[in-house]
Nanobody, 121 residues
Framework: QVQLVESGGGLVQAGGSLRLSCAASGPTFSSYAMGWFRQAPGKEREFVVKWVTGNTYYAGSVKGRFTASRDDAKNTVYLQMNSLKPEDTAVYYC????????????????WGKGTLVTVSS
């Protein structure tokens, strides 16, 4: 089992930047398919970025503005968010799946509690 703890959220003006971190516990972190998701008020949770078989996939709405990275030695994944827009306001969740097939279907096995990102206009 893996536990995920996000940090780095906050209030930022439009055009600003934030860097989210997700620290994972567990000895087999590198074997999980990881991703970031978000849920805006009144909307369904959606994927932001996911790592699958060495490739990184971004949602179209964040491509070119967000950059995800992972450090398996530190059991940590990051999400650098630049050029933030008010529509990026959401709770951001770190996610882990025990298989690539599951992550491809957004079928997540483990969720963090989330960190709130608020972008003011």
């Amino acid at each position: 089992q893996v536990q995920l703890v996000e940090s780095g959220g906050g209030l930022v003006q439009a055009g600003g930047s934030l860097r989210l971190s997700c620290a994972a516990s567990g000895p087999t972190f590198s074997s999980y398919a990881m991703g970031w998701f978000r849920q805006a008020p009144g909307k369904e949770r959606e994927f932001v970025v996911k790592w699958v078989t060495g490739n990184t996939y971004y949602a179209g709405s964040v491509k070119g503005r967000f950059t995800a990275s992972r450090d398996d030695a530190k059991n940590t994944v990051y999400l650098q968010m630049n050029s933030l827009k008010p529509e990026d306001t959401a709770v951001y969740y770190c996610a882990a799946a025990t298989s690539i097939a599951a992550m491809l279907k957004n079928d997540v096995d483990y969720w963090g509690k989330g960190t709130l990102v608020t972008v003011s206009s």
